[in-house]
């Protein structure tokens, strides 16, 4: 449901989306009455084929309930913000444009997720260079990026990142998952590009070119019968290219869009957004989707040894044991510095 308030018309508008029907059979069957005097206009549109690659275009019939005899023929367009490269049949590219994500084996404490594109510019601007390809990565509170280490433009180039444009969300360096209250973290990469070629791809092959984004693990709470190994996951992320829109592109008249509602708000209001298709590779088994596993080493409570108090018994006496060396030393030095004044004046009256 959407809950709209139109502050020139006085309008408060509610619209409620669904993909498919409610009744048995599929069949859709609505019963909508107006109520104190308020217009009913119910539209039955199906997407058309736009003539400008930035828009999308509808048509359909509209009806007034109450005022029409008969449903009149619409046809309307519009701007739109957002869309699909693998479906929007106006955009044209020079090769597919998906890519794939996947954790570098082996993953430890600090993995890596690597992004493996295929994708060219766009064809639908006549500026082409202001295009550039982002990555918009959602991450839980288990994973954090270093933004310390993000920021060492050395370490950027030899993982084909372009830039670091926003880090948002709990980034702590120290503070295990258990102590972290926020559900986790953002972070939106603007990527290396075939508008950029690198060194190491020809721009025509079609070819991949991978990005990799070093991640960080969270200590996680101990675990029972785990074997001392927990899974975390992180959904794939949004890959795309963001161009400034043409001029005359009249963005506020769209009534599906919403903004800032994501990584749409890190952008300025004439920006259009071109969506790769991510790519599952079915051969590999993977049947959760666009998420990816991670296995994460944590301590077992439920270990034999950890049941009779030998683990904590162990480091209580190790703690000990350095304490009383520490002890040790210092009172070593201090023994010397008491006997030093002596020994000089010995020296002297020989």
């Known amino acids: 449901m959407d809950i709209d308030f139109d502050s020139i018309s006085s309008n408060l508008i509610f619209k409620t989306y669904r993909h498919r029907s409610l009744n048995a059979g599929g069949r859709w069957s609505e019963y909508l009455q107006p109520y104190g005097g308020a217009k009913l206009e119910i539209g039955f549109l199906a997407p058309e084929h736009a003539t400008e690659p930035e828009q999308i275009k509808l048509g359909g019939f509209l009806h007034v309930v109450g005022e029409d005899d008969q449903l009149n023929p619409t046809l309307f367009s519009f701007s739109s913000r957002h869309h699909s490269l693998s479906q929007d049949a106006q955009v044209q590219t020079t090769s597919p444009s998906t890519y794939t994500a996947s954790f570098l084996e082996p993953t430890g404490l600090h993995p890596q997720l690597r992004l493996a594109i295929s994708s060219s510019v766009p064809q639908t601007t006549s500026h082409p260079e202001s295009c550039a390809l982002h990555a918009y990565l959602t991450l839980p509170s288990t994973l954090f990026p270093d933004k310390y280490q993000l920021a060492n433009p050395n370490l950027l180039k030899g993982l084909n990142i372009r830039s670091v444009r926003s880090i948002s969300g709990y980034t702590d360096l120290e503070a295990p998952d258990y102590a972290v209250k926020p559900w986790g973290s953002s972070m939106l990469l603007e990527l290396e590009s075939l508008n950029a070629p690198l060194e190491s791809l020809d721009p025509s092959s079609?070819?991949?070119?991978?990005?990799?984004?070093?991640?960080?693990?969270?200590?996680?709470?101990?675990?029972?019968?785990?074997?001392g190994i927990a899974e975390t996951s992180i959904p794939w992320p949004v890959v795309f290219w963001a161009c400034t829109a043409e001029e005359g592109s009249k963005m506020g008249i769209n009534p599906f869009d919403r903004t800032n509602l994501g990584f749409d708000g890190l952008f300025g209001t004439n920006t259009m957004f071109y969506h790769l298709k991510p790519k599952v590779n079915v051969s590999s088994g993977a049947t959760s989707g666009l998420v990816e596993k991670l296995p994460v080493p944590v301590l077992d409570a439920g270990w034999k040894w950890m049941d009779n108090g030998m683990v904590q018994a162990g480091t209580g006496l190790v703690v000990l044991l350095g304490w009383l060396w520490v002890v040790w030393k210092l009172f070593g030095v201090a023994v010397k510095t008491w006997k030093g004044p002596g020994v000089e004046k010995e020296k002297k009256k020989q």
């Open 206 to 227: 079609g070819k991949e070119w991978n990005v990799d984004i070093p991640l960080h693990l969270r200590y996680l709470a101990p675990t029972s019968g785990t074997q």
